[in-house]
């Protein structure tokens, strides 16, 4: 299986954010733009993943869960990885927090536990929305993410992290969720 760890977004968010993928798409870049479906954050990008593996992973996964309070995020701006001169990603900004980074650390740490390969790059917050593909359309692509830089997109709770399965098919990848683990028992607003 190749698999991944993640945050997943509520519905209400992910149409606010497919509002300003129109926006972007409307100056016919050549970008494949994520479908609304599969948009999340990823915490910990596995590959392929044995089925005992798995099993461990999600014991660990479960105690971490247990151990950090559910938190909000704010989504605001857009912008390409790496840059404008050579964009490859274009994303959402997920400004850092501290909850955030010491769930990611947890999580990167249970993946090591069970024998996955610690990332090398530092995580970088963020929501992919599309993957750059040639320079057609590119002025325009780059005068809409100007638009957009600041835009607040709204908040999401962070209440649980999923242990997902991607399936490569032709029409693009399709997420299935093996495991959901839901964050301590209190909310943001207790």
């Known amino acids: 299986m190749r698999c991944f760890i993640s945050i997943n977004f509520e519905e209400s968010l992910k149409r606010e954010i497919d509002k300003a993928i129109e926006i972007l798409r409307s100056g016919n870049a050549d970008v494949k733009w994520v479908p609304v ?35 909000r995020l704010n989504l605001r701006g857009t912008g ?15 400004p850092d927090s501290e909850n955030l980074k010491e769930l990611q650390r947890d999580v990167e740490e249970a993946a090591l536990s069970v024998g996955f390969e610690r990332e090398d790059r530092p995580f970088s917050p963020h929501l992919t929305i599309g993957r750059v593909r040639s320079s057609r359309g590119m002025n325009s ?5 100007e638009a957009l830089k600041d835009k607040d997109f709204g908040n999401i709770e962070v209440s649980a992290v999923s242990l997902m399965k991607s399936d490569l ?11 959901e683990f839901r964050l301590g028992r209190r909310t943001y607003d207790e």
Request: positive net charge.
């Open 80 to 94: 390409l990885f790496p840059d404008r001169r050579r964009p490859r990603v274009v994303w959402i900004d997920i």
């Open 37 to 71: 479906a599969n948009m999340h954050m990823t915490l910990k990008f596995l590959g392929n993943t044995e089925e005992e593996t798995a099993s461990r992973l999600n014991e660990k996964l479960s105690r971490l869960a247990a151990r950090h309070e559910s938190f």
């Open 169 to 179: 098919r032709p029409a693009g990848a399709q997420y299935t969720t093996l495991a």
């Open 141 to 145: 692509l780059l005068a809409a993410i």
